[in-house]
């Protein structure tokens, strides 16, 4: 194969990763193709897991990193299939099937790019393909695993269904188990402490609080209270209220900035599930971002997560596709739009190359 393979040799890749079932922690087969592909283009390949990265071909260690990262597995499908999942139907312009959308075109768009650029002497930075597992799970055998065997990253590029737009901000996830505790009593008489009345001044001071830094892109940190929990007999007043909080993070505060001041702000013992999945943001006048301007392209705050949320550093999520068709029956992506997308790809880094270059 030539290091620069054709749209059509991208989209035989992406018929033979949807015929090839790769949900999270199941990617082995997946990444298997992926490795293969690259290997036949002449590159040298790593592995870890059921990840597969490799660098450009005159990769220099002076140089800054730029990531191309999307990832190969997939959530299982819905109910509501009328045609096989897995059978890369090819009908009219349109490939049908699970993952055609998210994110299998975004990625094969991202290799082909890759690889156009994989001989060039004269970039100011140097490429790393990351083709990773685990985004739809927000895996610790994912990205994650990966990034500590890879030298700083400077910028990445994660390849997500955006209709090639720039999502240059992306909510951050904590859910938060909150208890408080009281003294049991009995109902009947003046007796005990009610966790569930303390709870509810916590409660309430969430859902009044409104965090002072609002996102251009994203708006407010957003505080919900989903679940609570407590009491086991009608007649006893409870020692301990359980309630749940969702937290929608913007990239103005980190998950532990905002438990930090969740915790001083309530008496409940507040104890995160975990504090991976932050905001991220990439400003406006980034090179990288003023490049995707140039060309036409919009900016937005996007609401759903990816691996963005688990990379330290700044990033876009750009991509062929609709975020509307993921994890819906009959998800399909048209081949015109990957073709657009190997093509604005290569434009977007022709861009950066303008702006950072020498």
């Known amino acids: 194969m030539s290091s620069r393979p ?41 592995q870890k897991g059921h990840n597969i990265w490799a660098f450009n071909r005159h990769y220099d260690e002076t140089k800054p990193n730029v990531l191309l990262n999307s990832h190969h597995d997939t959530v299982k499908p819905v109910k509501g299939w ?11 312009g349109t490939l049908y099937g699970l993952g055609s959308n998210d ?15 994989y001989e060039r002497e004269d970039l100011p930075f140097n490429l790393i ?6 985004e739809e799970i927000s895996g610790a055998n994912g990205i994650a695993a990966v990034l500590p065997e890879l030298p700083e990253i400077a910028v990445g590029i994660i390849g997500e269904p955006t209709q090639m737009q720039l999502a240059i901000a992306e909510r951050g996830l904590m859910v938060v188990d909150a208890e408080v505790t009281g003294i049991a009593g009995h109902a009947a008489r003046n007796e005990g402490v009610n966790a569930i009345y303390l709870a509810l001044k916590d409660i309430e001071w969430i859902r009044q609080h ?23 007999q009608h007649n006893v007043v409870p020692d301990r209220c359980d309630f749940v909080i969702d937290v929608r993070t913007n990239e103005h505060y980190t998950n532990a900035e905002v438990l930090e001041y969740l915790q001083i702000h309530t008496q409940s013992i507040l104890v995160p599930r975990s504090l991976r999945l932050n905001p991220s943001g990439i400003p406006e006048d980034h090179p990288l971002v003023q490049a995707g301007i140039a060309l036409g392209m919009s900016t937005y705050g996007s609401p759903t997560l990816s691996d963005q949320a ?7 999520k750009i991509g062929p596709g609709d975020s509307a068709r993921s994890h819906t029956a009959d998800e ?8 657009e997308g190997i093509e604005r790809y290569i434009r977007l880094l022709e861009g950066y190359v303008e702006r950072v270059g020498d």
């Open 310 to 316: 688990l990379c330290p550093f700044p990033t876009v």
């Open 82 to 92: 009328t045609r096989d999942p897995f059978a890369a139907d090819l009908e009219n």
């Open 332 to 339: 399909y992506i048209k081949i015109a739009e990957v073709e």
């Open 129 to 134: 393909l990351a083709a990773t597992a685990e």
């Open 103 to 117: 994110a299998g075109g975004p990625l094969v768009s991202l290799i082909a790019t890759f690889l156009h650029f």
């Open 210 to 232: 409104d965090f002072e830094r609002v996102s251009r892109l994203l708006g407010p940190v957003k505080a919900t209270v989903t679940q609570i929990k407590a009491g086991h």
């Open 6 to 46: 054709t749209a059509a040799q991208a989209i035989s890749l992406l018929q033979s990763l949807i015929a090839t079932p790769s949900f999270s922690r199941e990617e082995e087969k997946t990444a298997g193709l992926i490795d293969r592909f690259l290997k036949d283009a002449g590159l040298t390949t790593h």
